[in-house]
């Protein structure tokens, strides 16, 4: 049965992980995946999350199953969050928002609902693009395209080339855009250039589906989010995926969301009946514990403040991580300007090293990073900078 199988290749991202827990040196530095680690290197349990815990601990419940879109707590939390909860889209239910497995699964979701209600619709990532973008949409059977972003040149976005393309994309083109810390540049769209994107967007009849899996990572909760509130007072239907792995550190946990804006209650009543076949036909119901830890924490007034002073925590270290990075590159003799890894926002750095320099930092240095060039910052700490820093500088002679 198995005879013709053949071998995968090794996740881009997740696989070096793979490569990383077996590797030997003992100085290695994992900057493949993204996932913050704090001062010491470790991947930390958030207070309002381990307050949570003990809170639903002491009182204990049976697991039934979750209804099909999950904790209706949670989804009520997550569209507040979201889009604000005295917003007239919330208030007048066209937003039917259910919990998923991840960010991942808040994207297959739509990208499976999408199939069943386009299934000629073509799909446009960003060039470059999170690896699992275009292996999403295409599993779902979808053919996947790109659109312009990175210019390595500029160290920036492609504005130019992005808007024509989109705007000569046919209209029902499904649009991956990312809300805020773009994975995997860390370039981010103005105000301006969002108003551009959202006025073709309109203009072309494309539908948006936003990628948030790092709201609070760029420059606040409610700043990252912008986006997305954006995209509603223009009165477009679209998507909207998250996730709470990186701002709970709840990455085992698989706590996500989609959430579709229609233009009536009626349109989203019926967009949620599809939605919960969709999700019955992938894994019936979701968990029922990370989202409930995290309905805890957003609907508690304390813990919520927790949560944003620890999520604010994590966003400033990252940006000093940043500036040690930058002074620490000078110093080990790097010339360039390097003004772009404080310009970048997020968990990632698109350092500008090719495939080849990138697997010589793994295989001389055990220094793990993605073959595109991409490293996370957030991984950074005093304890490693200087000989990831002194790496990169002999890579790049
Ligand atoms: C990443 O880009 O490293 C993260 O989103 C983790 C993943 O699943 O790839």
Request: net charge neutral.
């Amino acid at each position: 049965l198995f005879a013709q199988v053949e071998m995968a290749p090794r996740d881009p991202i997740l696989g070096l992980n793979e490569q990383f827990n077996a590797d030997t040196n003992p100085n290695k530095v994992n900057l493949g995946v993204g996932v913050y680690t704090d001062e010491q290197g470790k991947l930390p349990l958030l207070k309002c999350v381990a307050a949570a815990e003990k809170q639903l601990l002491e009182a204990p419940k049976a697991r039934g199953y979750l209804p099909i879109d999950g904790i209706a707590a949670y989804d009520k939390a997550v569209q507040s969050l979201v889009f604000g909860a005295d917003h007239a889209a919330v208030k007048g239910g066209r937003i039917a928002t259910a919990q998923a497995i991840g960010g991942t699964g808040g994207l297959k979701l739509g990208a499976d609902f999408l199939k069943r209600l386009n299934p000629d619709a073509q799909v446009l990532i960003s060039d470059p693009s999170w690896e699992n973008h275009r292996a999403l949409f295409e599993s779902a059977g979808f053919t996947v395209g790109t659109y312009p972003y990175y210019d390595a040149a500029a160290k920036g976005i492609n504005v130019d080339g992005m808007l024509s393309t989109l705007k000569a994309a046919p209209a029902g083109t499904i649009v991956l855009l990312h809300a805020c810390c773009h994975n995997p540049t860390g370039y981010d769209l103005t105000e301006a250039q969002w108003n551009e994107v959202i006025a073709i967007t309109k203009e072309r009849g494309l539908v948006p589906f936003l990628d948030m899996a790092y709201q609070g990572f760029g420059n606040g909760i409610a700043e990252d989010g912008a986006v997305v509130i954006k995209f509603l007072d223009a009165g477009l239907s679209f998507f909207v995926s998250t996730s709470f792995s990186k701002s709970f550190s709840l990455y085992g946990e698989r706590v996500g969301a989609l959430s579709i804006v229609s233009e009536t209650a009626d349109e989203s009543a019926r967009v949620l009946s599809q939605l919960k076949r969709v999700i019955r036909t992938n894994y019936s119901n979701p968990p029922t514990h990370g989202a409930q830890v995290v309905a805890t924490v957003l609907t508690t007034p304390a813990l919520r403040q927790l949560w944003e002073e620890e999520l604010a925590q994590m966003r400033d270290r990252i940006k000093l991580m940043r500036t040690a990075l930058v002074d620490n590159l000078k110093a080990a003799g790097i010339t360039q300007d390097l003004g772009f890894i404080t310009r970048q926002k997020g968990m990632f750095s698109y350092s500008g090293l090719n495939a080849a320099q990138m697997q010589r930092l793994r295989s001389e240095f055990g220094i793990y990073g993605v073959d595109s060039g991409r490293i996370c910052v957030a991984a950074l700490n005093d304890g490693n900078i200087k000989a990831v820093s002194q790496a990169i500088a002999k890579v790049s002679q």
